[in-house]
C-alpha cells in the first residue's frame, strides 16, 4: 500500500509528491510517497506554444527519483474511493491495482475539441506529442503542393493560448518559409467567438494586444467561428473560406475524465470542489490539486487552469495530505498575488497585476525579460537535487520567491 499516492505528472502533480515528501521527511516519518503516471517527463506545458516544443520537457526520475518519491509507469483508469484503490493500465496493455491510504488527483485538464466536418485535421498545442506534430506539420510545409495557403495558419480562439501561438506562429511560418523567397506570404488569422481578443485579459492590456496584432500582421475574424476544414482551407460561420494548411484550436479547457469517477460535486469545468485546504468535499482521503480542483485563491477568486496556480496547488494538496497521515493540521490554500504575463512573439508581450488586470509598467521590454524569467527558469523544477527540490515544496515558498521562507 502507498501511503500517499498522486496521480498526474504535471506541475500539480510534481509539487504534491515533493510537497508530502517534504513535510514526512522533517517529521521523521518512512511513509511512503507514489506518483503514477504514464509519461517518463515533466511537459513544460506553458512553454508549448514556442518553437522546438520536444526540448520542453524535464524528466521526472531526475527530479523526483533523488527524493526517493517512487514513479509508477501506468494510466489510472479508475478510483474507488471507497475501497482506496486505484485501477491502472500498464505500458503492456495489463492492468493493475494500487492501494492508497491518501490520494492526490492532480490529472490536469483537456482541450475540448470540437465535433465538425474535418476536425481530425485541427492541430492543438494542449499536449507535448500535439506540439511536436505541429512542429513536425510546420517544417513539412516546404514540402507541400505550391498554392494558397500554404503559409497560412488558423488559430482559433483569441484567449491566452491562442494569442501566444499566434503571434508566435508568424515567426515559426516566416522561419520556414524565408529560405524560399516566401516570408511576405506567411499569414496569420486569428478566429474569435467573441467581439473582441482577449476578453478575460482585460481591458488595460487590451491596446496592447491590438497593437502587437497589428504589428505582426494578425488578421482578426471576430463573432465568429469554425464550421468545418479540409486540407486547404477553413470554413467560419460567417460563411467566409480562408485558404490554409494550418488550423490550430486553442478554444475551451476541462478537468480530466477521472474527476467524474469521484461521487462529489464538480464545477462546469468538470472540476472538484474543495475546501480551503484542497481535501474534496465529503470523501476522506482525497485532495484535488491543479486543474482538477476547484479551489478559491485569493478574494475567492477561482483558481484558475494554469501553471501559476497548479504549482501551490500541488505543494499544499500534498503536504496535506501527509498531514492527515501525521495528525497534523492542514494548511489553506495562499498562492501569490495574481498575476498575467502574455507573450506576444516578435511584438514582445503584456504584464497585469490583480485580478482587475491592473497594466504592469517597466522599462522597455520588461515584460518580455519577465516572461522569459517565468518560462525559462521560475517554472522549472531542480534535476538532480532533492535538496533544492524539497526547498522549494514548502508551500510558503511562492514561485516568485528567490528564496525559502523563514520557518
Same mark, same amino acid.
Given at each position: 500500500?502507498?501511503?500517499?499516492?498522486?496521480?498526474?505528472?504535471?506541475?500539480?502533480?510534481?509539487?504534491?509528491?515533493?510537497?508530502?515528501?517534504?513535510?514526512?521527511?522533517?517529521?521523521?516519518?518512512?511513509?511512503?510517497?507514489?506518483?503514477?503516471?504514464?509519461?517518463?517527463?515533466?511537459?513544460?506545458?506553458?512553454?508549448?506554444?514556442?518553437?522546438?516544443?520536444?526540448?520542453?520537457?524535464?524528466?521526472?526520475?531526475?527530479?523526483?527519483?533523488?527524493?526517493?518519491?517512487?514513479?509508477?509507469?501506468?494510466?489510472?483508469?479508475?478510483?474507488?474511493?471507497?475501497?482506496?484503490?486505484?485501477?491502472?493500465?500498464?505500458?503492456?496493455?495489463?492492468?493493475?491495482?494500487?492501494?492508497?491510504?491518501?490520494?492526490?488527483?492532480?490529472?490536469?485538464?483537456?482541450?475540448?475539441?470540437?465535433?465538425?466536418?474535418?476536425?481530425?485535421?485541427?492541430?492543438?498545442?494542449?499536449?507535448?506529442?500535439?506540439?511536436?506534430?505541429?512542429?513536425?506539420?510546420?517544417?513539412?510545409?516546404?514540402?507541400?503542393?505550391?498554392?494558397?495557403?500554404?503559409?497560412?495558419?488558423?488559430?482559433?480562439?483569441?484567449?491566452?493560448?491562442?494569442?501566444?501561438?499566434?503571434?508566435?506562429?508568424?515567426?515559426?511560418?516566416?522561419?520556414?518559409?524565408?529560405?524560399?523567397?516566401?516570408?511576405?506570404?506567411?499569414?496569420?488569422?486569428?478566429?474569435?467567438?467573441? *467581439?473582441?481578443?482577449? !476578453?478575460?485579459?482585460? +481591458?488595460?492590456? %487590451?491596446?496592447?494586444?491590438? =497593437?502587437? @496584432?497589428?504589428?505582426? /500582421? $494578425?488578421?482578426?475574424?471576430?463573432?465568429?467561428?469554425?464550421?468545418?476544414?479540409?486540407?486547404?482551407?477553413?470554413?467560419?460561420?460567417?460563411?467566409?473560406?480562408?485558404?490554409?494548411?494550418?488550423?490550430?484550436?486553442?478554444?475551451?479547457?476541462?478537468?480530466?475524465?477521472?474527476? *467524474?469517477?469521484?461521487? !462529489?460535486?464538480?464545477? +462546469?469545468?468538470? %472540476?472538484?470542489?474543495?475546501? =480551503?485546504? @484542497?481535501?474534496?468535499? /465529503? $470523501?476522506?482521503?482525497?485532495?484535488?490539486?491543479?486543474?482538477?480542483?476547484?479551489?478559491?485563491?485569493?478574494?475567492?477568486?477561482?483558481?484558475?487552469?494554469?501553471?501559476?496556480?497548479?504549482?501551490?496547488?500541488?505543494?499544499?494538496?500534498?503536504?496535506?495530505?501527509?498531514?492527515?497521515?501525521?495528525?497534523?493540521?492542514?494548511?489553506?490554500?495562499?498562492?501569490?498575488?495574481?498575476?498575467?504575463?502574455?507573450?506576444?512573439?516578435?511584438?514582445?508581450?503584456?504584464?497585469?497585476?490583480?485580478?482587475?488586470?491592473?497594466?504592469?509598467?517597466?522599462?522597455?521590454?520588461?515584460?518580455?525579460?519577465?516572461?522569459?524569467?517565468?518560462?525559462?527558469?521560475?517554472?522549472?523544477?531542480?534535476?538532480?537535487?532533492?535538496?533544492?527540490?524539497?526547498?522549494?515544496?514548502?508551500?510558503?515558498?511562492?514561485?516568485?520567491?528567490?528564496?525559502?521562507?523563514?520557518?
Amino acid at each position: 500500500m502507498i501511503d500517499v499516492l498522486v496521480l498526474g505528472g504535471g506541475f500539480a502533480g510534481l509539487w504534491s509528491a515533493a510537497a508530502a515528501t517534504r513535510l514526512l521527511r522533517t517529521q521523521g516519518s518512512a511513509h511512503s510517497v507514489a506518483l503514477l503516471t504514464p509519461h517518463p517527463d515533466l511537459a513544460l506545458r506553458p512553454r508549448l506554444y514556442q518553437a522546438d516544443p520536444a526540448r520542453m520537457r524535464v524528466p521526472l526520475d531526475r527530479v523526483l527519483g533523488p527524493a526517493v518519491v517512487r514513479r509508477i509507469a501506468a494510466t489510472a483508469t479508475a478510483v474507488d474511493t471507497a475501497r482506496r484503490r486505484v485501477t491502472a493500465l500498464t505500458s503492456d496493455g495489463s492492468h493493475t491495482e494500487v492501494a492508497y491510504r491518501s490520494l492526490v488527483l492532480a490529472t490536469g485538464s483537456a482541450v475540448v475539441r470540437p465535433e465538425l466536418p474535418g476536425s481530425a485535421l485541427l492541430h492543438d498545442i494542449d499536449t507535448l506529442p500535439a506540439a511536436v506534430r505541429l512542429e513536425e506539420h510546420l517544417r513539412g510545409l516546404p514540402e507541400a503542393p505550391a498554392g494558397p495557403g500554404r503559409w497560412t495558419a488558423v488559430v482559433v480562439g483569441a484567449g491566452f493560448t491562442g494569442l501566444e501561438i499566434a503571434t508566435e506562429l508568424v515567426g515559426r511560418l516566416r522561419a520556414q518559409a524565408a529560405p524560399y523567397g516566401a516570408a511576405d506570404e506567411v499569414r496569420v488569422v486569428l478566429v474569435e467567438r467573441a *467581439a473582441v481578443v482577449g !476578453a478575460g485579459l482585460g +481591458a488595460a492590456a %487590451r491596446p496592447v494586444i491590438t =497593437r502587437a @496584432l497589428d504589428t505582426l /500582421g $494578425i488578421e482578426r475574424r471576430l463573432g465568429t467561428t469554425v464550421t468545418g476544414l479540409d486540407a486547404r482551407s477553413v470554413r467560419l460561420t460567417d460563411g467566409s473560406t480562408v485558404p490554409a494548411r494550418t488550423a490550430v484550436w486553442t478554444a475551451g479547457m476541462r478537468a480530466s475524465a477521472l474527476t *467524474a469517477q469521484i461521487p !462529489a460535486p464538480r464545477d +462546469a469545468l468538470g %472540476r472538484l470542489t474543495v475546501d =480551503r485546504g @484542497l481535501r474534496v468535499h /465529503g $470523501i476522506e482521503g482525497l485532495y484535488a490539486a491543479g486543474d482538477t480542483a476547484a479551489a478559491l485563491a485569493e478574494e475567492d477568486h477561482p483558481a484558475l487552469q494554469s501553471c501559476q496556480h497548479a504549482i501551490p496547488l500541488g505543494k499544499v494538496a500534498g503536504h496535506n495530505a501527509a498531514a492527515g497521515l501525521l495528525g497534523l493540521p492542514p494548511v489553506d490554500f495562499a498562492p501569490d498575488p495574481y498575476r498575467t504575463c502574455l507573450d506576444l512573439g516578435e511584438a514582445g508581450a503584456v504584464a497585469t497585476a490583480g485580478w482587475n488586470r491592473t497594466l504592469r509598467e517597466g522599462p522597455e521590454g520588461f515584460a518580455k525579460e519577465l516572461k522569459r524569467a517565468i518560462n525559462e527558469t521560475w517554472i522549472s523544477p531542480p534535476v538532480d537535487d532533492p535538496q533544492e527540490l524539497l526547498r522549494r515544496a514548502d508551500h510558503r515558498f511562492g514561485t516568485r520567491q528567490d528564496a525559502a521562507p523563514s520557518a
